[in-house]
């Protein structure tokens, strides 16, 4: 039996953020993760939005972390070396009745701690923004509002944990937790793991896990929400991120700018028993148009490049479930929905200090704190082109045309520390396959690389893991 | 490097190109191509059908290319392979990316564009459903076979009806998959009646008109795809939805040109074509930018491109050679060409009778099957050509053919009309 001080279940945003932030200690750490790869679940099917967090009610756990994990984002973006861009968010309202909810907004946002928010009539709100609907009447406006690449954050934590020193074990889908005495008795199909502490980052499935140790049980509903990506043509049509005035089941659908020059309008919300139903449907897909259009004039419904579905994790608590739980040294980060995504770092630091005081462990010397990123060719300059191409030439060979991705990124996303080994690991590190073909060009060539950079053969590899292979085997 | 013509694309298009710019009297020409080996798309189509026009015989795909490829190789026409056109200036500079070269420029007088076109992906068909593994475009899974050597399934449904996927059920049909059904969501096919024939009716495959995909199912892999029927709007009628089990969906359903370079360059685009807008000599809105083959307008026979693309490279030639001359481009009266009831498009969309040969070819689509139409051309009010045709179809390119001697009747303020009669 494999011995650990801390296993944490779940490799998304929050279980890689708690394993980057507690291998800052004299620790051994094991994230235990169901599916082939890091970002799998709700983290990889989001809005990418970094919110100001005027939104959440003060004095909630979403609301602290929120905020904290805002403040927290563009640092570690340069030190982490992902994509993150403040743009700035606008709440947009329709009548003259409803600026008043704008302004209880606003109190909220100053209550909560969030700089610089003010309210802009329709004339500054055009000239911000002259493709959203004529029909606006006023906007709230957060400077700190921004936009972040979701694989970009949970892969760059996860890889810096892994550098320093955290194990990650994929495929292992937790069938049973127990504590046993001072320790935890984790079992997976695969094996069974003892730990001193368990952090429960399971997703959609934290109450699952929760409640095998836990006398109080909790209740993860899962909200599907479906999105609209639109070629980068049109990727322009905002600057900022926009919302409307919150209802019963969310924020609505928002329309974005995508760190990466898409456009994005989405979620629905609709809850599903099924905590795999990750489908799009038709109505969904309508909704999401017909929602776009109420914030804009016009939604280039012609550029559309993919659809796409996301579950987030409901909890029946209303309110995120952090910390340590009724039996000591299980931690929860369960119920993890918008503002998740913006929360993460401040959840993953503040779990880090509670497991780590619990342990009584000890911070390390070496931790290294600084990660780099795949050099883009797409976003290079025709300097750092030449220099790339003249140290590998491979980064001159153009796999993916639509987001010029090359042989040398690709090479680089799987060799590098916890590197792809998925056709959607190389998509989310690199972007090839991202692109307005949606991988209809480079998906052959890069099955091939990833048989020949792993030693296995085209037939083997995958979409997302075990079962989704793409070329049926001849033997 | 400086370059007298740039030819960005070695397909059918930019060799036809580049040949006819050789025997134009323009030798400093250069094909920039992405692949290891020239001869584009055609190097995949392993199937027969290619060059009934061109040299009255049935070649493969393959063995079209290469009669191409040996007449620019016997010209000395230089092809840079395996390089990247990744961004072209609007005075004419390539920015190209290779392994062996790195980084560089070409200067060009004149450039062709000739870089073909896309598969519309699933993605922008809104199609409901799971994201598995298992949906491909039809082309891609035409990689996957014919060059790769690899099966991308066994039990397949193919939606849209485009010539690829007829293509495509035939192939994997003779590869050992089971084709269950091609679905097109239009009352017609967007194929040619040829494929239709040769490659679902020879091999009982059914072609459901008027039906489209309405869910996918399969987390990993594609478990099953369902059909439905449309209606006249092209919305899916309740009630009508069939499960197939299928373990892949191909889609064929629509190619679209490949412009971002152009849109780089400055050239105007066509909303309806979505390739440049050209006058008669196939020269964009950018003096000395040229287009032909599919990232001008999606051809259905290859021996179309190579005719329209040998036209390119001539009149970029012409031009190159009133360059050096010094003999400005005098402003020539242009004219558009019109389109009438029936007729999507015509490519090119501008004439200037003074630059015109003695024929000038204008090509068509039309926007829906019709029977025993006449193809009219109108130079203002006046009918010049009236042809009886059995059957248009927006499968199969039309053509018209305008004399110079017509083309110098029109005056000021007249257009040239091209329209359907007698439907």
């Not at chain 1, 709100?125 to 972040?148: C, D, F, M, Q, W």
């Not at chain 1, 449907?281 to 016009?298: D, K, M, P, Q």
């Not at chain 1, 987030?312 to 503002?339: K, L, M, N, T, Y």
């Amino acid at each position: 039996m494999n011995t650990v001080d801390v296993i944490i279940i779940g490799a998304g945003v929050v279980g890689s953020a708690t394993a980057r932030e507690l291998s800052r200690y004299d620790l051994d750490i094991l994230v235990l993760e169901r599916s082939s790869d890091v970002c799998e679940g709700t983290s990889k099917a989001n809005s990418g939005i970094v919110h100001a967090g005027y939104d959440a009610k003060p004095g909630t756990k979403k609301a602290y972390f929120n905020v904290r994990g805002s403040l927290l984002m563009e640092d570690l973006s340069k030190e982490l070396d992902f994509a993150y861009k403040r743009n700035g968010s606008l709440v947009l309202c329709f009548s003259e009745d409803e600026i008043q909810k704008l302004e209880e907004l606003k109190a909220r946002g100053e209550t909560n701690g969030v700089k610089d928010i003010r309210i802009l009539n329709k004339e500054e709100l055009l000239r911000k923004e002259p493709n959203l609907s004529k029909g606006v009447v006023a906007a709230l406006y957060a400077p700190t509002g921004a936009i972040v690449d979701p694989f970009g954050l949970t892969i760059a934590l996860a890889e810096n944990a892994f550098v320093n020193g955290v194990k990650f074990k994929f495929d292992e889908e937790v069938i049973s937790v127990a504590k046993d005495g001072d320790e935890f008795i984790v079992k997976t199909a695969k094996g069974e793991y003892k730990a001193k502490a368990v952090v429960n980052a399971a997703g959609v499935y934290s109450d699952a896990i929760h409640n095998m140790v836990c006398a109080d049980k909790i209740t993860i509903t899962a909200r599907k929400g479906e999105y609209c990506l639109y070629d980068k043509k049109v990727g322009g049509t905002v600057s900022s991120t926009v919302f409307r005035l919150p209802g019963a089941l969310g924020k609505g659908v928002l329309v974005t700018p995508t760190v990466h020059g898409n456009l994005l309008i989405g979620p629905t919300a609709t809850d599903t028993p099924d905590k795999e139903e990750v489908c799009t449907t038709a109505e969904g897909l309508s909704s999401v148009i017909s929602g776009g259009a109420i914030s804009l004039e016009s939604v280039p419904s012609k550029s559309v490049i993919t659809s796409f579905a996301g579950l987030r994790a409901h909890s029946d608590q209303g309110d995120f479930v952090i910390g340590e739980s009724s039996v000591s040294g299980f931690f929860d980060a369960a119920g993890i929905e918008s503002p998740g995504l913006s929360a993460a770092p401040a959840i993953g630091a503040h779990l880090a200090e509670e497991v780590s005081k619990k342990l009584a462990a000890r911070e390390k010397e070496n931790f290294i704190a600084k990660r780099k990123g795949i050099p883009s060719m797409a976003l290079a300059s025709d300097e750092e082109k030449k220099r790339l191409i003249e140290e590998d030439p491979l980064y001159a060979n153009v796999v993916c045309r639509c987001e010029l991705v090359t042989e040398g990124e690709i090479v680089n996303s799987i060799r590098r520390p916890l590197g792809a080994t998925t056709l959607d690991g190389v998509k989310r590190r690199t972007r090839a396959g991202m692109g307005r073909c949606q991988s209809g060009f480079c998906s052959p060539t890069t099955i091939e690389i990833i048989a020949r950079e792993l030693g296995i053969s085209a037939c083997e590899v995958t979409k997302h893991g075990k079962g989704s292979e793409f070329i049926e085997d001849h033997k | 490097m400086k370059k007298k013509i740039a030819i960005i694309g070695g397909g059918p298009a930019g060799l036809a190109a580049a040949v006819a710019a050789k025997e134009n009297g323009v030798d400093d020409i250069v094909i920039i191509e992405r692949a290891p080996s020239a001869g584009g798309i055609l190097m995949q189509c392993i199937h027969n059908g290619f060059g009934l026009h061109t040299f009255k015989e049935e070649l493969t795909g393959p063995e079209y290319a290469d009669r191409y490829i040996k007449k620019a190789k016997e010209k000395d026409v230089e092809i840079f392979l395996s390089t990247f056109a990744i961004d072209v200036s609007k005075d004419k500079v390539i920015t190209c990316m290779s392994k062996d070269k790195g980084i560089f420029t070409i200067e060009a007088d004149s450039i062709i564009l000739a870089m073909g076109c896309r598969e519309r992906p699933r993605g922008a068909l809104n199609t409901p459903g799971y994201r598995p593994a298992g949906i491909y475009s039809a082309g891609t899974a035409q990689k996957f076979v014919n060059i790769e050597g690899k099966l991308p399934g066994k039990e397949v449904v193919i939606l849209g009806s485009g010539d690829i996927g007829l293509i495509m059920a035939r192939r994997m049909t003779l590869e050992g998959a089971k084709v269950k059904a091609v679905a097109e969501i239009m009352p017609y096919s967007g194929g040619l009646k040829r494929n239709i024939v040769q490659c679902l009716d020879d091999f009982d495959i059914p072609l459901k008109l008027s039906t489209t995909v309405v869910d996918i199912d399969g987390k990993d892999r594609v478990k099953s795809v369902t059909l439905a029927k449309v209606d006249e709007k092209l919305n899916p009628i309740p009630g009508t939805e069939e499960v197939i089990p299928c373990d892949t969906l191909l889609l064929s359903c629509g190619l679209l040109p490949e412009n971002e370079l152009s849109q780089a360059i400055g050239v105007d685009l066509s909303p309806v074509t979505g390739g440049p807008k050209v006058n008669e000599s196939l020269e964009t809105n950018i003096p000395g930018v040229f287009a032909a083959g599919n990232v001008l307008h999606v051809h259905d026979l290859v021996d179309y491109v190579s005719e329209e693309a040998a036209n390119a490279g001539k009149h970029a030639a012409e031009y190159v050679k009133r360059l050096s001359e010094k003999t400005s481009d005098a402003s020539e009266k242009e004219y558009v060409v019109e389109t009438g009831t029936g007729v999507r498009y015509t490519v090119p969309m501008t004439v200037r009778p003074s630059e015109c040969d003695t024929l000038t070819t204008v090509r068509f689509r039309v926007g829906n099957v019709y029977k025993n139409p006449e193809i009219c051309v109108y130079m203002g009010d006046r009918c010049v050509l009236r042809r009886k045709k059995q059957i248009c179809a927006p499968g199969e390119m039309e053509q018209v053919i305008l004399k110079k001697a017509d083309l110098d009747t029109l005056k000021d303020g007249e257009t040239i009309k091209v329209l359907l009669e007698n439907v």
